[in-house]
């Protein structure tokens, strides 16, 4: 006998499943229960999921998920539309690109993220070649909360120099030289937790692929020579005090660099003067 979810008393003028599951003292049986409508066992109109033969259900619950993903390509793509410039001249898409993206976006259920799609074919259609498909490979497995993780892991990152790519510093090193013959070379660390990117957070970006999974470190810096560290529209000069310092930090990978394009976001003020108080014992900033 098939468990619908009227029997829960639940109709269909209610909000939607995850709408619902949202509510505020929902019992686990009656959250299970909602997700009934996702597989077609919820009465709607004539509908009985209970009289109806697995082949009827079957059939119900393909039209219902086809509506579905309908309506999730309409909302992107009118998102897009209301991105796309009308004093730019447009570019036609490749056609495997093309259908790769349909194919993919069609599944993007979250509002937030369904506005990340919309972005992306909008920027296509001005300048295309900026968003590989394993870009939106990538991008379809993300959730809304690993999208968020990345999007505070950019906050927290610096363009150094006249580079183009980010990357997430997470301290420096000091490696010894001749008054430190015998001595291991010492890390410092910037206590990136403290502002809402723990280790496990790294670990997540770099098994979705958008982190290289190694720290990496920079050559010996130059006394003489000053770094520039740009972040959002702060920039800060640091000096080495020693010719025997070099940082250490995370690369994002190609896929990483194409999603930066996409995510909005801001740098935390307080990981700023963190960062400044963390390199002034061995750098001199400006």
């Known amino acids: 006998m098939v468990e619908t979810v009227q029997d829960t008393k639940v109709h269909t003028d209610k909000p939607t499943v995850i709408d619902s599951a949202k509510s505020a003292d929902v019992s686990a049986r009656k959250k299970a229960l909602l997700l ?3 597989l077609g066992l919820s009465s709607e109109g004539d509908y009985r999921p209970s009289s109806a033969s697995i082949t009827e259900r079957s059939a119900y619950r393909a039209q219902k998920l086809a509506n579905q993903y309908q309506s999730n390509l309409e909302t992107i793509y009118k998102i897009a539309i209301s991105q796309t410039p009308s004093d730019v001249t447009g570019m036609d898409l490749d056609a495997d690109w093309a259908h790769q993206f349909f194919q993919l976006a069609e599944q993007i259920h ?4 369904q506005e990340l799609w919309g972005r992306i074919l909008a920027s296509e259609i ?3 070649g900026n968003f590989s498909l394993r870009t ?12 968020q993780i990345l999007e505070k892991a950019l906050g927290m990152s610096v363009l150094v120099n006249n580079e183009s790519k980010l990357k997430l510093v997470i301290g420096f090193k000091h490696a010894g030289g001749l008054g430190h013959l ?6 410092t660390n910037i206590a990136l937790s403290q502002f809402g990117l723990p280790y496990s957070n790294i670990l997540t970006l770099i098994e979705a692929g958008i982190l290289h999974r190694s720290e990496l470190e920079t050559g010996l810096l130059s006394s003489k020579k000053p770094i520039n560290f740009a ?5 800060l000069k640091l000096t080495p005090k020693s010719g025997q310092l070099f940082f ?10 194409e999603l930066a394009q996409l995510i909005h976001f801001n740098t935390d003020t307080s990981y700023i003067k963190a960062l400044k108080a963390v390199f002034s014992q061995d750098f001199r900033i400006d």
């Not at 979250?110 to 993220?113: C, D």
């Not at 015998?182 to 890390?187: A, E, I, L, N, S």
């Open 126 to 128: 001005t300048n295309p």
């Open 182 to 187: 015998f001595k291991k070379p010492t890390q």
């Open 110 to 113: 979250n509002r937030k993220m």
């Open 248 to 257: 250490s930090y995370y690369r994002f990978t190609p896929v990483g660099d």
């Open 231 to 235: 972040l959002s529209n702060i920039k």
């Open 136 to 147: 939106l490979t990538t991008l379809k497995q993300l959730t809304h909360k690993e999208a």
């Open 36 to 38: 009934g409508r996702m």
